[in-house]
């Protein structure tokens, strides 16, 4: 089974702080994506990672970045927190094989970030 | 652009009857569709998709879609609900040529009542 980790499901940080947000899968997929999940809004993407050190920006890029040193992990930044990025967020993966578009996307437990 | 709606925010149905959770979707090409549920305070687990072939696709946990290219839609069913069943269902589309990501419509909350 495809298994998608992320280190924290809840966190409580102050606004200002710089928060990480770790995700690991043991799949080896190319691609990895971070989103956030809101009430009625359903899922954005904030980034996602074709490759190592490959990034590219989704919907919601701002006040975000993403760091992929290694394949298995992909991390999420949040430079200095806010109180409107209080959220779900949810990491996931996915092989790139072809044809792209048409691999499932696992996705992690998620995070309940916390910004007061 | 590419987007998807579930146009109910909210499906009730009685324990044993069938269920059925909408979603039509809109693109400028030919699309992949994926059906995720989520459980209370989880992240999404896969349930099924569409990618090409036959227009009944078949799914985890007794569900099932019917991809209906005329009418733009991708509707969720299961022929008898169970309380089990009761979670936050999304649709997504996804191109098959271009960006490599998924677009989730806003998601359906559905209530199996006992």
């Known amino acids: 089974d495809v298994k998608v980790t992320q280190s924290s499901r809840y966190l409580v940080k102050r606004t200002g702080e710089k928060v990480f947000l770790e995700c690991v899968q043991d799949?080896?997929?190319?691609?990895m994506f971070w989103y956030r999940q809101d009430p009625g809004l359903g899922l954005r993407l904030i980034y996602f990672s074709y490759d190592v050190k490959m990034k590219e920006k989704g919907d919601i890029p701002e006040g975000y970045s993403v760091s992929r040193e290694k394949k298995e992990r992909f991390s999420l930044i949040l430079e200095s927190a806010s109180t409107n990025q209080t959220s779900m967020y949810l990491c996931a993966s996915s092989l790139n094989s072809f044809p792209a578009s048409g691999n499932t996307i696992y996705f992690g437990e998620g995070s309940w970030l916390t910004v007061v | 652009a590419q987007s998807v709606a579930q146009p109910e925010d909210q499906v009730n149905v009685a324990e044993g009857n069938p269920l059925t959770v909408k979603c039509t979707y809109s693109?400028?090409?030919?699309?992949?569709l994926f059906w995720y549920v989520q459980y209370p305070n989880r992240g999404l687990q896969f349930l099924l998709k569409?990618?090409?072939?036959?227009?009944l696709v078949k799914g985890s946990y007794g569900f099932e879609a019917e991809f209906n290219k005329s009418q733009t839609s991708f509707h969720l069913k299961k022929p008898s609900a169970l309380v089990s069943d009761s979670a936050l269902y999304f649709c997504a589309v996804r191109l098959q040529t271009g960006a490599n990501n998924l677009f989730f419509g806003t998601g359906t909350r559905l209530t199996v009542i006992p």
């Open positions: 569409y990618i090409t072939g036959d227009n």
């Open positions: 693109v400028s090409g030919n699309p992949y």
């Open positions: 799949m080896d997929h190319e691609n």
